[in-house]
């Protein structure tokens, strides 16, 4: 079994920053791309930013030039710095990964969410 445990969440006020973690534990082979989504009320889940293997990004356009994603291999765990919040950042954060259990089997995997909220 693999699991995605995300920490790092909580209310933060317009202008500052938090740090997300999500480790992933379990049988791993080794993990391709790790990402971040979120989902605000009444939206449709979007992608964050994603790294592969290699530290490759990709951002979404409203977070360029605010949030960093990295990762750190040894540890199977990607983060997300996330700095200059605005209240429109406000939503339920999710990690996502593709995980190689065996030698020819990838799966995608989802962490339980964690709640970040701007006040303004």
């Known amino acids: 079994q693999v699991q995605l445990v995300e920490s790092g969440g909580g209310l933060v006020q317009a202008g500052g920053s938090l740090r997300l973690s999500c480790a992933a534990s379990g049988s791993i082979l080794s993990i391709n791309n790790m990402g971040w989504y979120r989902q605000a009320p009444g939206k449709q889940r979007e992608l964050v930013a994603q790294?592969?293997?290699?530290?490759?990004?990709n951002y979404a356009d409203t977070v360029k030039g605010r949030f960093t994603i990295s990762r750190d291999n040894a540890k199977n765990t990607v983060y997300l710095q996330m700095n200059s919040l605005k209240p429109e950042d406000t939503a339920v954060y999710y990690c996502n990964a593709d995980i190689r259990r065996t030698v020819l089997n990838w799966y995608n995997y989802w962490g339980q969410g964690t709640q970040v909220t701007v006040s303004s």
């Open positions: 790294i592969t293997s290699g530290g490759t990004t």
